[in-house]
């Protein structure tokens, strides 16, 4: 009978990076695995799979992406362009002493996982995507699409663009709002069908208008919410909406990778409740075009946006299994 792999505490580090410093949390030993969240959360989402990773016999790596938590903060919102995010994550697999490493993202990380994969796949040898769908580049300019989506609506992603916007509306109250935005996509606390979508926001409101309130989702504890609060009331939310703030800059800067697939095995995993899901079926279906390496894909039913939070230990045995298929 095998034993367990002892995997140690995790432990908190900080390394140099082209905008400074990045903070990473990491437990195990063995190949890299390095874990890039999305919005708006920190390394702390990956708190179920540092250590399964780690006991599967891996060296797995949360970092706080550029503008989150611990790690540097610019304030040119230029800052946060995507071959920016690319340039951090290489530079945390240097300064971890490795040459290569496997990525996987959630949300807006795992865009930014994809895109490491794309433009880096001398260091990125797979890559995994929770949530967020691959979607190559192409089509017209984002923000054009985004002004055409919501009718007489705002699309959120619009209505994160303009500095100071949103973070008049989340500042004041960190915590509660996202207490409202945890909820609002979660599978047990989302608001109905037939209930305004909380994706948008009426002309003249704010996103919070549409949250859910009451309880907080099953998966998010008391502390857990705390520990997010903590790391927002601290820092503001400025860094972490730069990310959207750039997507028509990601556009021209992508552009020699215009509906490039990503060659290198990949794996994908999203809630069927998800809007990321069903908005993006058709990036999807797409797969066996734009992810040829692609070894499966997973759609949990019941399952809202925060899938390793919900659904941690059916993330942890897909990830696990997908990383030992993978060659050495």
Known sequence: MSQP???????????????????????????????????PECWYSWRHQLPALAAAGYRAVAIDVRGYGRSSRPEDTAAYRMLELVEDNVAVVHALGERTAVIVGHDWGATIAADSALVRPDVFRAVGLLSVPYA???????????????????????????????????????????????????????????????????????????FPTGRLPAWLSEDDLDVYAGEFERTGMSGALGRYRNMDRDWADLADFDGAPITQPSVFAGGALDASTTWMADAIEAYPTTLPGLVSSHLFDGCGHWIQQERPEEVNTILTGWLASLPA
């Not at 995790?10 to 890039?36: C, D, I, K, W, Y």
């Not at 949103?166 to 945890?182: K, N, Q, S, T």
């Open 136 to 210: 190559p580049r192409g089509g017209p300019r984002p923000s054009e699409v985004f002004a055409r989506m919501g009718g007489e609506e705002e699309f959120y992603v619009g209505y994160f663009q303009e500095p100071g916007r949103a973070e008049a509306e989340i500042e004041p109250d960190v915590r509660g709002w996202l207490a409202g935005f945890y909820a609002a996509l979660s599978a047990d606390t989302m608001p109905p069908a037939d209930a305004p979508d909380p994706h948008f926001v009426s002309r003249g409101g704010t996103l919070r208008d549409r």
């Open 5 to 39: 792999v002892p995997v140690g505490e995790p432990t908190h580090r900080l390394v140099p990076s082209p905008a400074g410093r990045v903070h990473l949390v990491e437990q195990g030993t063995g190949p890299l695995v390095l874990l890039v969240h999305g919005f």
